[in-house]
């Protein structure tokens, strides 16, 4: 089974502090995403990144930054965070291949700015 | 990607089949249909995907019409467990990265 691993499910950060979301999958996937979810906003793409060291911007890429070293893991950066980024934050890993793209998430993190 | 609708919820029996619809009408040939669901509080979960054949996994079985219109996911013996919002999504892969965009989904109470 493909697993998609977040380092914290729940997270209380300060207004101003950097903030560092780790997600790793143990599948050998290319593509890595990062994505937030608010109510009655649905998913929105941060960013992704197609190979180690590639990256592109989604749609609300304002006040994150991201980073893959490897090929496993990719980061999310919170800069100096602020009350609009609570939220939940959901990481997603894809292989592509075959005219499929089946992406898989792992569980989430709550991250609330205080 | 196509557009889909869905019903904002339904109930279902436990041990009960539970039948999810979706519509997208607006399909074109080479979109898949894809099923996520989500429990309250925790990523999405893939559950199937298909192209114009019926496809069985273990979770779930997914049923496409002949005009691929309209899709029909099913739970064979619902739990407890799947009491979650059920996303039917229809996209297509041209070797690009493409995000996933999820509508407001199906929300599926399974009652004891």
């Known amino acids: 089974d493909v697993k998609v691993t977040q380092s914290s499910r729940y997270l209380v950060k300060r207004t101003g502090e950097k903030v560092f979301l780790e997600c790793v999958q143990d599948m050998d996937h290319e593509n890595m995403f990062w994505y937030r979810q608010d109510p009655g906003l649905g998913l929105r793409l941060i960013y992704f990144?197609?190979?180690?060291?590639?990256?592109e911007k989604g749609d609300i890429p304002e006040g994150y930054s991201v980073s893959r070293e490897k090929k496993e893991r990719f980061s999310l950066i919170l800069e100096s965070a602020s009350t609009n980024q609570t939220s939940m934050y959901l990481c997603a890993s894809s292989g592509g291949g075959q005219g499929i793209d089946t992406q898989y998430f792992g569980p989430g993190t709550r991250l609330t700015v205080l | 990607d196509a557009k889909t609708t869905q019903p904002t919820s339904m109930d279902c029996a436990e041990g009960r089949a539970a039948n999810l619809p979706c519509n997208h009408s607006?399909?074109?040939?080479?979109?898949?249909v894809y099923w996520y669901r989500q429990i309250h509080s925790q990523g999405p979960q893939y559950i199937i995907h298909?192209?114009?054949n019926n496809e069985t996994n273990e979770m779930a079985s997914l049923i496409i019409t002949e005009d691929r219109k309209s899709s029909t996911l099913i739970l064979p013996h619902a739990t407890l467990r799947d009491t979650a919002v059920y996303y039917c999504?229809?996209?297509?892969?041209?070797?690009?990265?493409?995000?996933?965009?999820f509508g407001t989904g199906t929300k599926l109470q399974v009652i004891p």
């Open positions: 990144s197609y190979d180690v060291k590639m990256k």
């Open positions: 999504i229809v996209r297509v892969w041209d070797g690009g990265y493409q995000k996933v965009t």
């Open positions: 607006t399909i074109s040939g080479n979109e898949y």
């Open positions: 298909g192209l114009k």
